[in-house]
């Protein structure tokens, strides 16, 4: 009991469980803005939670760690056999459930040149599409090009909040504003609302804070600070 009170009070456990809640209450939220189609069964949607859970938990540990985690890859393979087990009859869905498992193994390995801009744009359509996208396909066994459309700006802003971990060397600070103008400039088209000012203080305030923290909270800060976002995108 005392090794597990001690574990539970561990600051990166704790710093983890946030992060993947804030994760995948963003992918189960972006998953219903489009609330057609049959409901899911019980036992589909635990083998999606526990997807879900493994891959944030993953991407949490290859990034607190710099891509040079160990145990974040092997939670990212078991989430790639949840994905597997949520759709054993939907091969579609069963191949791009393992696109981002995939990706997140490849890049841990340095010689690939996936940690860069490139890695990035990957990492975040295939985060912001995900699970959204599992969950949408597995309701309806189609997709929609609205849906799709709806997703942009969710992808936008992997962009914005997961630039400094692919990117973290310095750079012209003017650089560092290009991805949160893509998020503006896709919001702007999709919809333009008021919702659109609060983001870019959302965003300003994550793009201050972040040379500014103490390394071990920012993390689990852009999380939190992209859950709020997330939630003035889709709602």
């Known amino acids: 009991m005392t090794t597990l009170m001690a574990f539970l009070k ?4 704790q710093q983890l469980v946030i992060f993947t809640a804030c994760q995948n209450s963003l992918w189960w939220l972006a998953g219903s803005t489009v609330n057609t189609g049959s409901p899911l069964t ?7 939670l526990m997807y879900g859970g ?12 710099h891509f040079q985690s160990r145990i974040g890859p092997v939670l990212v393979v078991a989430a790639a056999t949840m994905g597997f087990l949520a759709a054993p009859n939907a091969h579609l869905v069963q191949f791009f459930a393992l696109l981002i498992c995939l990706f997140l193994v490849l890049v841990c390995l340095p010689q690939l040149g996936l940690q860069s801009v490139y890695g990035l744009v990957v990492f975040s359509c295939l985060a ?4 959204p996208v599992v ?3 597995l309701r309806n066994h189609y997709l929609a090009l609205q849906f799709l459309t709806l997703l942009l700006p969710l992808v936008a802003s992997y962009l914005v909040f997961f630039e400094p971990y692919y990117l973290p ?15 503006i400039i896709i919001m702007s088209g999709v919809a333009f609302s008021w919702r659109i000012l609060v983001v870019i203080l959302i965003v300003a305030v994550h793009w201050w804070l972040q040379p500014r ?4 909270y920012r993390l689990v800060t852009s999380g939190l600070l992209q859950l709020i976002t997330g939630l003035f995108i889709l709602l």
């Open 10 to 13: 561990n600051r990166t456990v």
């Open 42 to 48: 019980t036992l589909v949607k635990f083998y999606l």
């Open 54 to 65: 493994l891959l944030a938990a993953g991407v949490f540990l290859i990034l607190n760690h």
């Open 128 to 131: 912001g599409c995900g699970i």
């Open 135 to 137: 969950l949408f396909f």
């Open 169 to 183: 060397a310095e750079r012209d600070w003017r650089l560092t504003l290009i991805s949160p103008l893509i998020l």
């Open 213 to 216: 923290l103490n390394e071990r």
